[in-house]
Antibody
Framework: QVQLQESGPGLVKPSETLSLTCTVSGDSISNYYWSWIRQPAGKGLEWIGRLYSSGVTKYNPSLQSRVAISVDTSKNQFALKLNSVTAADTAIYYCTKEFYSSPAYYFFGLDVWGQGTPVTVSS | QSVLTQPPSASGSPGQRVTVSCSGS????????VSWYQQLPGTAPKLLIY???ERPSGVPDRFFGSKSGTSASLAISGLQSEDEADYFCAALDDGPSVVVFGGGTTVTVL
């Protein structure tokens, strides 16, 4: 079955760019949709954005001006970049796989999660 | 502030039934499918219910999801100590076509 593993720096300085990678194993990244989720300590979940199997992306309007999700099909990986970070971006970041219907798209849920990677924004 | 509204906490004694509510609007729960997630302390969330009421393989039938109008509910029957966790609801929101979450409910087994 599909497994996900996040990787990237655990500490980022304010105003710099947060960069994380999610490695997909067990299936081709081109077969599904993928999302990044984050969770500040002791708080709820926030959806950051989606990578469609076509390579098209969709972002949370609250982060749209600072976020980019990209794919490297040769490595079966997708990446998150969040620029101009502040302390408010400190959180555990999860990559996830979407479960949905096709051809008519109905979002059913996020059925596979990575273990999460903590990112702290601090000088 | 979360788009979907959940009570911050719920509790029950072992063996009892606990219900967690999730309130939204016509643009999210009212027109899309609801999913529920269980997050045990220190772990990643796990899909518990999808498509309003379906359970993934391996999820006990003590967990029951339902939806009516712009609200959804998760019921846990036969409460067990291992059910102590945070529970989150989620749905797609048509407006911006993004996934929105509830703020989470901490379930405590007394």
């Amino acid at each position: 079955q599909v497994q996900l593993q996040e990787s990237g720096p655990g500490l980022v300085k304010p105003s710099e760019t947060l960069s994380l990678t999610c490695t997909v194993s067990g299936d081709s990244i081109s077969n599904y949709y993928w999302s990044w989720i984050r969770q500040p300590a002791g708080k709820g979940l926030e959806w950051i954005g989606r990578l469609y199997s076509s390579g098209v992306t969709k972002y949370n309007p609250s982060l749209q001006s600072r976020v980019a999700i990209s794919v490297d099909t040769s490595k079966n990986q997708f990446a998150l970049k969040l620029n101009s970070v502040t302390a408010a971006d400190t959180a555990i970041y999860y990559c996830t796989k979407e479960f949905y219907s096709s051809p008519a798209y109905y979002f059913f849920g996020l059925d596979v999660w990575g273990q999460g990677t903590p990112v702290t924004v601090s000088s | 502030q979360s788009v979907l509204t959940q009570p911050p906490s719920a509790s029950g004694s072992p063996g009892q039934r606990v219900t967690v509510s999730c309130s939204g609007s016509s643009s999210n729960i009212g027109s899309n499918r609801v999913s529920w997630y269980q997050q045990l302390p220190g772990t990643a969330p796990k899909l518990l219910i999808y498509n309003n009421s379906e359970r993934p393989s391996g999820v006990p039938d003590r967990f029951f999801g339902s939806k009516s109008g712009t609200s959804a509910s998760l019921a846990i029957s036969g409460l067990q100590s291992e059910d102590e966790a945070d529970y989150f609801c989620a749905a797609l929101d048509d407006g911006p076509s993004v996934v929105v979450f509830g703020g989470g409910t901490t379930v405590t087994v007394l």
